[in-house]
């Protein structure tokens, strides 16, 4: 059974950064979501299982990089630049197909953790 834990999260002023960490029990393709009240979860950015391969929203795109350390099981997510508007949970996914960027296609998702940026 995929495990999926997520760390990293916190309280920073904006313009400021934090990097997410997943440990992961195998390794997968992986996902990055976001989850603001009151709005539905968005993509952030993906890797495919080797870290060949990864997209991004186009609203994080050059501020946010996902990374992953296959020795270690883990995949990262940069974030610099924050803005109050990527305040949000964000959770981590596995076992989608590479890039996919709806929810409903990652079938195992973490516990979230929660990222406020202060403006």
């Known amino acids: 059974q995929v495990q999926l834990v997520e760390s990293g999260g916190g309280l920073v002023q904006a313009g400021g950064s934090l990097r997410l960490s997943c440990a992961a029990s195998g390794r997968y393709n992986m996902g990055w979501f976001r989850q603001a009240p009151g709005l539905e979860r968005e993509f952030v950015a993906a890797?495919?299982?080797?870290?060949?391969?990864?997209n991004y929203a186009d609203s994080v795109k050059g501020r946010f990089t996902i990374s992953r350390d296959n020795a270690k099981n883990t995949v990262y997510l940069q974030m610099n630049s924050l803005k109050a508007e990527d305040t949000a949970v964000y959770y981590c996914?596995?076992?989608?197909?590479?890039?996919?960027?709806?929810?409903?296609?990652?079938?195992?998702w973490g516990q979230g953790t929660q990222v406020t940026v202060s403006s």
């Open positions: 890797i495919n299982w080797s870290g060949g391969s990864t």
């Open positions: 996914a596995a076992g989608g197909a590479f890039g996919a960027r709806h929810a409903r296609e990652y079938p195992t």
